[in-house]
């Protein structure tokens, strides 16, 4: 097992344990399945709408997906929909990333071959503490929320309403404390979308201790916490623009010789690749330096009509554009997994002294001796 030095130190090991293929095809294939989920749910919701709901919403978008909050003015169902949809990649998210941070933690302890299978083998006994740690907290929210809600709800009924305001104005120092309480669940919260999956993977814990892990991190180490995360932020700064740039380089050199003698046919598949992404490549193509071999030219090839072979290339170029997009978001979220076991571990061993590096059986459940009376022969 290699040193570890438990400070800021071990941060700069991200770049390398958050470059693993294993990871980032972790990430990969989540990020597939819910852009799947999402697309399937938003198209079933405008043809259950009817009409040209459908056509006019693949007309503007067509496969690019559309958050629920942006300003594309859809129907009810469709923003349901969506939400839904952004709802599943929440989930796939953390169970993505506490697959990753297994992996992460295993090689941390030694074992640099701990395999896939191996970390979804361990997500399929700890998912409901993932899930459940989110449930608990979001929960926790409601109900306090609830208090404050439902006096103001009963101060609307006639005759009471107001006397009952006055009353509970006296406990008005208490609704204060109530409001500190919300706010700093609520930061809670928000740490634990940093480190549930890492609590999870690192020590196998149920829900309650998860949540109680993110309460000790905010409590006991919330500045130190806020500057390794910086110190990760800025690692995912410089890198995954690297990484976007050799994804984007291998591209052009691919598709350079086929653009330079193919120029008229290209440009044709390319604009049809547009129009399905809903305009991306024409805005990516905008970017400085992203279109210097000149792979993703347009010009007017999109006034055209396309042949059979032209339809079925932009297919499979759509497809390849899409998956290195998705190779630059999934390299992202395996440096957030990677770097957030790490400062985890780091951050576990300032709070209580546990190394959470040294191998351990989640399984083995310590026992108090028991005297027992020598069998009789």
Known sequence: MEKRYFDFRDIFQVIRYGFSGRKIAVHFIGLVIAYLIYELLVYLSLFVEGGTAAQDFWNTFALLPVLPFSNAELAQLTEIAMWIGVASFACLFFLASTVASKITIEQ??????????????????????????????????????????????????PVVGKP???????FMPI?????????????????????????????????????????A?????????????????????????????FCLAGFSIVMFPVS????????????????????????????????????????????????????????????TLLMGIGLVIAYLFSIASAGNTVVYTILRKKIDGHNLLEPFNENVVETPDVAREPESK
């Open 108 to 157: 941390l302890r030694g074992d640099f071959f701990f395999s896939v299978g191996d970390a979804v083998t361990f997500l399929k006994g700890h998912w409901k503490s993932v899930l459940g740690a989110f449930i608990g907290l979001l929960l926790i929210l409601i109900f306090l929320a609830l208090i404050p809600l439902s006096i103001a709800g009963l101060g609307k009924l």
């Open 164 to 170: 009952f305001l006055t009353v509970a104005s006296l």
């Open 175 to 215: 609704g204060f404390f109530l409001g500190v309480l919300m706010v700093f669940i609520a930061i809670v919260f928000g740490v634990s979308l940093l480190f549930v999956p890492a609590v999870v993977a690192t020590t196998g814990a149920d829900a309650f201790e998860t949540i109680y892990q993110q309460f």
């Open 217 to 245: 991190i905010v409590w006991n180490k919330s500045w130190l916490t806020v500057c390794y995360e910086a110190m990760l932020f800025l690692i995912k700064l410089v890198f995954v623009p690297i990484w976007a740039f």
């Open 260 to 319: 330079l003698l193919h120029t008229g046919q290209m440009e044709h598949i390319t604009a049809c690749a547009n129009l399905w992404l809903g305009g991306a490549i024409e805005k990516l193509a905008m970017l400085p330096y992203v279109n210097s071999f000149g792979v993703f030219n347009i010009g007017m090839a999109m006034k055209e009509t396309s042949t059979f072979t032209t339809t079925v290339t932009a297919i499979f170029l759509t497809i």
